[in-house]
Each structure stands twice: as C-alpha cells, then as structure tokens.
C-alpha cells in the first residue's frame, strides 16, 4: 500500500524538477549576451617596440583614438601595476606602448 504512494511521489518529484530545468533552461537562453573577457596580448616583445605590437599590448586598434588609448592604458595598468603586484618589466612596456601610439615615442628604448 505504501509502494504505490511513494512510487507516486517520486514521479511527480521528477516532474516537478524536469519541468523547473526546462524553465531554468529557457531563461538561460533569453538572457541577453554578455561581454566576454577579452584576451590580452600574450608577449614574446620585440627589441624595438611597433606600432603594431603596442596596439596588442593594449588590446585596441592601431587607427584608434587618443582617448580609447588612454582608457585601454588605465584598463590595462591597474591589472598590471607594480604596486599591486605586477611587473615593474610589464608596466614600462605597457607605458612604452601607450606612448608610441599617443606619438610620445622616445629615442631609447624600454630601461629593461
């Protein structure tokens, strides 16, 4: 007498959580797409820094505006910054790089 009930129970306890994931499922899918985390330049610098490799290092464009570049700089520098834990090898590049694409290049290269 009691199997029945408890077989009943079981399968309505199924129901309810097959019709809670399909639920679940379905908002998964309509929430609106989200930004991915954006992958940054892996390294491996050149002895004289490009134009090209700066854009890289900071994750933008090389046709990119003055403004985007300082944005990307500040972006990229609080994930790198020495007083934080980063590399102080790291920061002059990231700096070199933000100064060549804001037309600061200077005649000698990275100290490191």
Not at 59 to 78: F, I, N, P, Q, Y
Not at 88 to 93: G, V
Request: charged share 25%.
């Amino acid at each position: 007498m009691v199997a029945p009930l408890v077989a009943g129970l079981a399968v309505a306890a199924a129901a309810y959580a097959g019709r809670y994931g399909i639920q679940a499922w379905q908002a998964f899918k309509a929430r609106p797409p989200t930004v991915r985390m954006r992958k940054f330049y892996d390294g491996g610098f050149q002895p004289k820094m490009t134009r090209r490799e700066a854009a890289l290092i900071l994750g933008v464009r090389e046709s990119t505006s003055l403004d985007k570049v300082k944005e990307a700089h500040r972006r990229v520098m609080v994930a790198n910054h020495p007083d934080a834990g980063g590399s102080h090898y790291l920061a002059s590049k990231i700096n070199e790089a933000k100064d060549l694409m804001l037309g600061k290049a200077k005649s000698s290269s990275s100290p490191f």
